[in-house]
């Protein structure tokens, strides 16, 4: 699959599948934006990506929002695809005190940004018939103990995609969502846990599959590519499920 001279903006792509995202979409020659909070991951990740923009910046507050947008826009002209993959967990439990304030963090990162972000773009996307590839979860139908605010904001995420695909449609813009199971990347770490504590989970994260067998990123970027490309022209709204049987088993 061919994207050359396509401009793609990536956010959460300091790491994991974010990172592997914007690498594939430069390899086969896309124009890449990088977005991410890191800025020496970020630094670490535009080495493999050719010469993309670099943006640092949290998703989660307008400004910022804008000024991907706007940066994009001034470097390369256009926008042609919007990957929303930032995302962040932690833990809610209803009768912990504390837990509104996690819980609109996570909303905030996980949901509001790419509302925010999608209604930044849409114009640019609309003037190129491009698309939109939001990263989700199997949190949005399976609820994670413990997370009722990562699966709120997954659950949202995926019933928005449909909406704005709805929308988009008759304007010629493709909205579509991947919901990976569990994927080894540093996400568990970001939220604190320590190394023997992300083994242990993702030891049982595998178990949790039918395949037994946890992905890599590379596996979630590779379906990013063809859902963006023009081989998928005739799929949108639809969720993907990349999760090794766990929704199966679980």
Known sequence: MSFQDKVVIV???SSGIGAAIGIKFAEEGAKVALVGRNQEKLNNVAKKCGNPLIIAADVSKDEDAKRIIDETVKRFGKIDILVNN???GGNTNIQEEGVIEVFDKVMA???RSVVVLTHLAAPHLVKTRGNIVNISSVASVRVIPGAFGYSASKAGLDHFTRAVALELAPLGVRVNVI???PVRTDFIGNMGATKDIEDATFTRMQELTALNRV???D??????LFIASDKAQAITGSSFVSDN???LKC
Do not use: R
């Open 219 to 224: 596996e979630i970027a590779d379906l990013v």
């Open 11 to 13: 956010t959460g792509a």
């Open 245 to 247: 049987g766990m929704i």
């Open 215 to 217: 992905s890599d990123s």
């Open 86 to 88: 930032a995302g962040i």
């Open 179 to 181: 919901n990976p199971g």
């Open 109 to 111: 990162t996980n949901l």
